[in-house]
């Protein structure tokens, strides 16, 4: 069993900038909308990186976008390894 002895308020590193926020594992998330388009440019045999590109450019920038290159290579990796063709979400 364990005995909290001392307790520090404040942070012993500095937070994440608000500007910065979205890129945080907890804040990044393929949604419904985003994991259909995923599909249908991968099965219009359009590659990953230019499928991420265009939907990085029709929402005006990767940090409007919500995930990451690698976020959508791991949801592809386990579209295929789990055989679903909907959606990881």
């Known amino acids: 069993m364990f005995r909290v002895t001392s ?4 942070h012993n590193h500095p937070l994440v900038p608000s500007s910065l926020s979205h890129m945080l594992p907890s804040q990044r998330k393929i949604n419904v909308a985003q994991a259909y388009e995923i ?5 219009s045999g359009i ?8 939907s990085t450019r029709q929402v005006g920038g990767q940090s409007f976008l919500g995930y990451t290159k690698r976020d959508q290579k791991n949801y592809e990796i386990k579209k295929i390894i789990f055989g679903i063709k909907e959606k990881i979400v």
């Open 7 to 10: 307790f520090e308020e404040n």
């Open 39 to 43: 599909d249908l440019l991968d099965d």
């Open 47 to 54: 590659r990953p990186k230019a499928s991420f590109n265009f």
